[in-house]
Nanobody, 124 residues
């Protein structure tokens, strides 16, 4: 499956931004979807994830209450809505797909496919 992320950009502190990830080449409903981010000079970090049918979502403590993950299986798309953004949210955001597993994992190696990343910059 191929993943294409889009929607990144520049936003001020406190602002909102939505990024999306479109999948092609597979049965999207068979993939647990995760979002990760990598800030400059830091390791990639788990942001959150969503189960096959969207019934369960998971978030890192650093984004809980500010970020929302959703998916539309009819559109083969997963979304990351980011509110109350902070400068420390600045990172390249990646979507990832975990095939035939509906279990959340915060470990990147557990995911089978990755998008190319989209840059989110939060100015102070």
């Amino acid at each position: 499956v191929q993943l294409q992320a889009s929607g990144g950009g520049l936003v001020q502190t406190g602002g909102s931004l939505s990024v999306s990830c479109v999948a092609s080449g597979g049965t999207f409903g068979n993939y647990f979807m995760g979002w990760f981010r990598q800030a400059p000079g830091k390791d990639r970090a788990f942001v959150g994830g969503i189960s096959w049918n969207g019934g369960r979502t998971y978030y890192a403590d650093s984004v809980k209450g500010r970020f929302t993950i959703s998916r539309d299986n009819a559109k083969n798309t997963v979304y990351l809505q980011m509110n109350s953004l902070k400068p420390e949210d600045t990172a390249v955001y990646y979507c990832a797909a975990r095939y035939r597993s509906n279990v959340v994992s915060s470990v990147g190696a557990a995911y089978d496919y990755w998008g190319q990343g989209t840059l989110v910059t939060v100015s102070s």
